[in-house]
């Protein structure tokens, strides 16, 4: 009897051995991925019989990133279209065909995101934005530049400090235009803004209503709605504008009050009725506005405007949760309206973070929807060119271990195939990121949160510049020349861009003049 005691007492004591080794090893696999800065690795009993899905080859998609890729000019008819649209002459086009060449046969070049990817034919796809530019101080008004994109520029992040140095650059100040609401006003540090009293329509969930580039509409619900705007010191350029606007789409009898810079003077106006997108217009210098409206069934507005009426305007149209796919509903007769009063000269789409998947690697569905989609914004504002941007480096965890996603360069892939479709220029993203695991990096730096998606503004700031220096590049890409390096090697000059070159006696390269080394 005592031996038979002792024997259940030794198999229980088994059992809740085993219970407290199964409760440990849970607990170690819950463990989070860091602990007091360290890396964690995960306990997983089953491991060994989990069937592993087969690794994709990221160097097998990269390949296909690499490919270089440019579009000829093989008519003599349409030759000479391009020369009048761009008001360029054969020879000018001729050179900027060459330059192309060899800044495609810098290796690398076409992944880091080291300068534009003009797709157009004749490589002119920004032409119009860069005559506008250069022509700024004789447009008697601002140049514009609309930023569409989804929760990766939410709260201007990467946007503001792209605005602050076209602005630093090329003159102009105000943060440009904001919509009424938004769920980043909150945490926008280039402006602060409140409003009270409206509702909010989004084309995300509304297939009623019309929408411009803003995609939301906002319609008063109550007697006194209000909006309050008023700069910050987060950049030198946002502290004043000149420009106050008022942006709405329908109104009856709507009366409006409006007070500036917190003074004791208050404005009242009747708004003008209407059922297109207009604007109301006040100038001076201002810092703060406190619009409050009366009589309001029937008004709807899109928004108000800071800005300057000489440099450069860049307006934020983030959506968050928007693919860029539904832009293709966009109300053309309300975008061209808005165009006449607010003309924009180039339209930048970042789109990709709401579509990527990692159970997803053929997005040719993707490819074909946004061309539909850039030749319908073509219609809506066919006076502004058109820059893609291609998705960001995004990472999954595997083992422990934060790496790039291969579906973002299946992704990135199918972006790019969509500008050479339609034609229009594109940047790498994720090639200025660094490419591969370039997130992981941006992490540890804090340039970019730990969900492994998004940007801090520390990180936007680094995308920002180098999407400024690609503009600039393709603006100067005018005159390229190699220069002799001490240690006998070349490098390829050409704007802002630089490469190293193998052969400078190669084809790509046989018409630029090499000079002594710096």
Partial sequence: MNLLLILMDIRLLRCNFLSLTLLMSFGLYSLPDTLFGYKIKKVDLLSDFKVKEEKLSLDSLKQQLEQADTLQVDSVALRDSIMRSAGIDSAALALRDSLYKAVYAVQGADSLGAHIEDYSLGHIGLQRFFAALKNRRELNRPVRVAFLGDSFIEGDIMVADFRSGMQKEFGGRGVGFLPVTSVAAQFRPTVEQRASGWTTWSMLTDHEHGYTLSGMMFEANEENASIHVKTTKRYPELQTFSSLKLIYEQNKNTEMRLVCNASADTLQEMLPATSI??????????????????????????????????????????????????????????????NKIRPYDLIVLQYGLNVVSDSVMNYGWYSSRMVKVINHIQLCFPEADIL????????????????????????????????????????????????????????????????????????????????????????DLKNGYITVNKDGTYTFHVGKFKGIINNPKSKEFKDIPIIKGE
Wanted: net charge negative; hydrophobic share 45%.
């Fill in 277 to 338: 997108v207009t604007q109301y217009e006040l100038e001076g210098m201002f810092t703060e506005a406190d619009f409050t409206f009366k009589n309001t069934p029937e008004f709807r507005a899109l928004g108000v405007a800071m800005e300057d009426h000489l440099g450069v305007v860049v307006d934020n149209f983030s959506l968050r949760g928007n693919s860029g796919m539904i832009l293709e509903r966009l109300d053309v007769s309300r975008c061209q309206a808005l």
């Fill in 388 to 475: 893609m941007l291609g998705v960001s480096d995004r990472s999954r965890q595997d083992d422990g271990e934060f790496e790039t996603m291969p579906a973002v360069l299946a992704l990135l892939h199918a972006q790019r195939q969509a500008a050479k479709k339609a034609g229009v220029p594109f940047w790498n993203v994720f090639g200025a990121m660094g490419g591969e695991n370039s997130m992981v990096r941006f992490v540890e730096l804090n340039w970019a949160s730990k969900d492994y998606t998004h940007l801090s503004f520390r990180g936007g700031r680094e995308i920002a510049d180098a999407l400024l220096k690609a503009l600039l590049s393709e603006k």
